[in-house]
């Protein structure tokens, strides 16, 4: 086991021990917040497939995320209000049920990525990070002025959907379904990184020239990736929404695809345990910074100046040095 | 005569006022090295790039085992069996030599789209990339980091990649650039021998390596091809003396 896999055994570790002592001294707040963490990380480990393995910098990540949430609040408000969705020409009625809200959540996300990364992924450099941040201010727009789902006020969902067996109520019992899903995202994204579509689409990243001089299509490589990341951000964002019983506009806003990446690069892009690190580190200062000054932003803005500048594998660089080569 | 393996067919590009190639036509026949020279800016990478896929051709073909392939895409012309090397590395550099070498297998016989299973697992693709490495001496090196690679190490590299493609022809843009006499010499022992593998289009500026490997020389001058002939022609024909080697002297 080297370092990286130590921590990052320690990291998991922490995500178990943690909250369940907040569920014994019953302190739910800390379970909450570890639920935001986990949550925001599962988006992290998404953003981090085209950032990290593709070294694409998507500012428009937040139209998933805000996809995933709306696919959870349009199900779950016609679910409670008891009207379908659509009548004819065949009914579609809304669902409390989370593994339905999940698949139409990971297929809209899949889908919206496929047309947005087929028209991007065209471009490159400053041209993509606009494209794709125009992306997701269209869908923003959109949600503000959309009034049959709350328009700019959002919509809010009274109870939390419902996963078979478990009382979603019950903090504990959802962040520990968050975490399962968190550690599986992690197995799959060890599992790309691994496979021969992670290795081709890392060579993409350093050099397209090299991996089209081996007969491989470096758009392909790169739109598939774009999409399963848009999967897994989608996912985050119907958890998100599921969270806080409540989606709004927020989540497609830049700042929401600022903040991913911010914290991805925070905890060492490329980096497995990467978003998982930024994102705990990224709630520790919002709940502490935040608590000392509404501007805590400064801070923030301060440490990412400091990583950028001298830690560029992020924390994971710091404390675990150069990513080992596998065989 | 033996039907050419690569072949263009008066293929002209310019870049506004400047024309890089003018009515190009050179072919490269089977067990051959085809050498390209040329003084600098005389238009050899353009060409290469024209031929291997990265620039399309203003006016002219290209043809590939009788394929006309001068639609297709880079990618899709190294699918066809033509293996490149460049002029400067662009290998990837964080990854380690076999991680390189199985890239190239990959995109020759595997799926680049798989996302189950490790691409570096033993078989089929692992074995075509190690025999590549075996060949061109770098199995011993397969861990370390591309980036940890002396210059001359990455020349073998990129060949070795080349190589796990199985190409029906090689085009190198300067392969020996930057090797040291020792490094310069062994590569060429090398390229000798692979010429019964698949012909070669060599572009090189190193004159010794040219005239011990070529078969035929083309002169390119201005984007023109002012000759074409075997070693003892180019080094007699007056208007390339004056043009090129002239400048050697």
Redesign the interface.
Known sequence: MNREQMFNAAMIGALVIVPLWAHLVDEPFYITLATRAAILALAGVGLNIVLGMGGLISLGHAAFFGIGGYAMGILASHAQSYEPILMSPFLIEGTKFMPVIWLVAIVAAGLAALVIGALSLRTSGAYFIMITLAFGQMFFYFAISWPSYGGEDGLSIYVRNGFPGLNTLVPIQFYGLCLVILILALGFSAMLARSAFGLALNAARQSAERVETVGIQPFRLRLMAFVISGMITGLSGALFADLNRFVSPTMFSWQTSGEIMIFVILGGVARLFGPVVGAVLFILLEHVLGGLSEFWHVYLGLLLLIIVLFARGGIIGLIAGREAAHD | MTEPVLATKGISKSFGALTASKDISIDLRPGEIHALIGPNGAGKSTLIKQI???LRPDTGRVLFRGEDVTGL????R??RGLG?T?QIS???????V???A???A???A???????????AGGA?RDRAEAALVRVGLAEKR???TSDLSHGQRRQLEVA??L??SPKAFVMDEPMAGLGAAGSKALTGFLDGLRAEAPILLVEHDMDAVFALADRISVLVYGEVIATGTVDVIRKNPEVRRAYLGEEA
Do not use: H, K, S, W
């Open positions: 291997a896929g990265g895409a880079a990618y899709q190294a699918r490149r460049f662009t290998l990837a550099m964080e990854d380690t076999l991680q390189n199985v890239l190239g990959l995109g020759a595997g799926n680049p789209y798989r996302i189950v299973g490790r691409a570096l693709l861990m370390q980091r990649v080349a796990t493609l």
